[in-house]
Nanobody, 124 residues
Framework: QVQLAESGGGLVQAGGSLRLSCAAS????????MGWFRQAPGLEREFVAA????????VYADSVKGRFTISRDNAKNTVYLQMNSLKPEDTAVYYC?????????????????WGQGTQVTVSS
């Protein structure tokens, strides 16, 4: 398994931007599809975005499409989530996760490793 650590969360006004980072340990980072999920208070954790092992393919939840961009730098063992035009409903704890060998990128139970999460709060 890979160890994951998110950073970059914080408080931002509606319409603003944040960039989340997720640093991974180990030397096999490019063996993993990487995903971002989020969990708002009182709600279940939901899929946000995922990126293929070498960055050629990405998938987004409809709620963030056109506003969020997932990317990765395999040389730095890091995946990013650029979040623009933020809305109060984007407020949540954001988690990165690593998937090896599975194909259902939007399914939480496909992922093998999870970070601790970083809080994003969007004020209106």
């Amino acid at each position: 398994q890979v160890q994951l650590a998110e950073s970059g969360g914080g408080l931002v006004q509606a319409g603003g931007s944040l960039r989340l980072s997720c640093a991974a340990s180990g030397r096999t980072f490019n063996a993993y599809v990487m995903g971002w999920f989020r969990q708002a208070p009182g709600l279940e954790r939901e899929f946000v975005a995922a990126i293929s092992r070498f960055g050629a393919s990405t998938v987004y939840a409809d709620s963030v499409k056109g506003r969020f961009t997932i990317s990765r730098d395999n040389a730095k063992n890091t995946v990013y989530l650029q979040m623009n035009s933020l809305k109060p409903e984007d407020t949540a704890v954001y988690y990165c996760a690593a998937l090896r060998g599975g194909s259902r990128w939007q399914a939480e139970d496909e992922y093998d490793s999870w970070g601790q999460g970083t809080q994003v709060t969007v004020s209106s």
